[in-house]
């Protein structure tokens, strides 16, 4: 499972932080440039700090949002939107609601996907019969088209929902983006307050050679586990990342993972430091020098001291798989320069 | 017809000749001709569905000259060469490429003017055993590449693989695994 709580992936900065998550509804402010009103909402997925978002991601009930290579998916605890009756700002009814969303990407295409629901659990005062939409949208060369109903009147039991198809136009390149949610609550003669959120960043890239372009959530480390399949190689890897005293350098759940790069400088940095002329040459027939962390990583020996770092000779022919391995891996997962990823053994 | 010549870095001794997501499998190279091994799902096949090509060179410059025509070759050159191999390759997709994931990757032709395959790959090495005893040294970057690689592709029907030409060490050593 490649499943990671937000809480180790996203920067609180990429959800929309609108007023605290206990704020009072008559604390709601104009924008003084729109006259728009932003809803009194948190995050959409989380609390406010990290200790608060580990308790409301651990508790039944709570907001949660799980991220993968391939997608998320979230569900929000019940939140709310006032309806406004200006000059005095004053509260007139509200409209309480759960959101849920999907999103599905593609590593082999520029087309994803995602459903996205609001289910009103109760309304008062004039929130009650007042009209409830989602605009979404991305930017640069991605495009949203969405197929969710346009507006919906809101009574207690009402679910707008459904499905927003993206497209990202990147070439020879990639595209870093996010989508973009506004949630309006509106009634004619009040003022709409809005609520603002983004999903997790997503990449599109057409930087796979010998590929076509797709789409990834960097953020999610995906885990190389194919090397259980090279009996030296995986010795070796276990070897490191188990050492006392060290990182657990790679190893999924330790914090610590590679992070791929494609220069060719570090790559013989670090396997000039791990496999020096006099450990190749005093391998035994048949075996050659294998390194972890491997050397097309930052983590890899020249930048790395011991114990997170180590050789071992391996036979010839598992080195030659290895690198079918970690290019098919980088392929299929579309992992770029700089991306992170762990190993499993 | 396009031709260009790169220094092309490769590591763990190989590049690939691959096409828009193959199906990758396990990792089986039984019955190798030690030279380019056509793939199809992990496993030596013909056609393959990419291929793996291996370079005495472990890690580091090697010049590849990469010629895509859409017409056979009058003849076979194997005078020039150590070991002279032709497969066959039926790729998904149309984005067909030589790649080490180096940035020389970007200044080799695509296979465009032999679109739609299959391709017939015919591949020729020199020095790979050069380049084996090279690698045994600290890696030098600004070292000339003592190995050199003609990659000719082809549209052609599927065909049995050739070997023209099979002489040197390093491939002695890989067909004896």
């Not at chain 1, 949660?64 to 391939?70: E, Q, V």
């Not at chain 1, 082999?108 to 659990?121: A, G, N, Y």
């Not at chain 2, 793939?39 to 990419?50: E, K, S, V, Y």
Request: one cysteine or more; glycine letters at 10%; hydrophobic letters at 35%.
């Amino acid at each position: 499972m490649r499943t990671t709580r937000l809480k180790t992936l996203i920067p609180a900065a990429l959800l929309a932080v609108v007023g605290g998550l206990l704020a009072p509804a008559s604390s709601a402010q104009a924008d003084p440039n729109t006259g728009q009103i932003a809803a009194p909402q948190g995050p959409m997925y989380t609390n406010g700090t990290p200790s608060l978002r580990a308790r409301a991601a651990a508790a039944p009930g709570a907001p949660s949002i799980s991220i993968t290579r391939n997608g998320f998916t979230a569900e929000s605890v019940e939140k709310h939107s006032p309806l406004i009756r200006l000059p005095q700002k004053e509260v007139v009814g509200n409209v309480y609601y759960k959101l849920k969303q999907s999103m599905t990407l593609d590593t082999k295409s520029l087309d994803f996907w995602e459903t996205l629901t609001v289910e009103v659990t109760r309304t008062d005062g004039l929130g009650t019969g007042a009209t409830l939409s989602v605009t979404p949208s991305c930017g640069g060369t991605c495009t949203a088209r969405s197929s969710l109903p346009k507006s919906m009147s809101m009574t207690p039991g009402a679910v707008l929902t459904g499905r927003i198809d993206y497209t990202d136009a990147v070439s020879r390149g990639a595209h870093d983006d996010s989508a973009k949610y506004v949630l309006e609550v509106s009634r004619p003669g009040f003022t709409a307050a809005s609520t603002r959120w983004e999903s997790p960043a997503f990449r599109c890239d057409d930087q796979v050679k010998g590929m076509r372009a797709g789409c990834v959530i960097p953020e999610a480390a995906p885990t190389l586990t194919t090397m259980k399949q090279l009996p030296g190689i995986a010795q070796n890897i276990r070897n490191i990342q188990n050492a006392p005293g060290g990182l657990g350098i790679g190893k999924p759940g330790s914090g610590h993972p590679l992070t791929r790069t494609t220069s060719t400088v570090v790559e013989r940095a670090n396997r000039n430091t791990a496999c020096p002329a006099r450990v190749k040459k005093a391998a035994p027939s048949g075996m050659s020098c294998d390194e972890y962390p491997f050397a097309k990583t930052m983590e890899g020996a020249a930048n790395a001291q011991k114990p997170n770092w180590g050789f071992a000779y391996v036979p010839v022919s598992e080195q030659n798989s290895q690198g079918g391995y970690l290019r098919a891996f980088f392929m299929q997962e579309r992992i770029l320069d700089g991306d992170s990823f762990y190993v499993e053994v | 017809m396009s031709k260009a010549t790169v220094r092309l870095e490769v590591s763990a001794h190989q590049y690939w000749i691959a096409g828009d997501v193959p199906e990758f499998g396990g990792w089986d190279y039984s019955g190798f001709n030690g030279l380019i091994a056509s793939l199809d799902a992990g496993r030596i096949a013909h056609p393959g569905q990419f291929a793996v090509v291996m370079t005495g060179t472990d890690t580091g410059g090697v010049t590849v000259t990469l010629d895509v025509r859409n017409q056979p070759p009058e003849q076979v050159d194997t005078d020039a060469w150590d070991d002279v191999v032709e497969i066959s390759l039926d790729c998904p997709g149309e984005y067909l490429a030589v790649t080490s994931d180096c940035e020389a990757d970007e200044e080799l032709p695509d296979f465009t003017d032999a679109q739609p395959g299959p391709f017939r790959i015919r591949v020729h090495a020199r020095g790979r055993d050069a380049g084996e005893e090279a690698s045994l040294n600290d890696i030098d970057g600004d070292a000339e590449p003592v190995e050199e690689h003609l990659v000719i592709a082809w549209p052609a029907p599927v065909a049995p693989e050739t070997i023209h030409k099979a002489t040197d060490r390093f491939g002695a050593g890989i067909r004896a695994r």
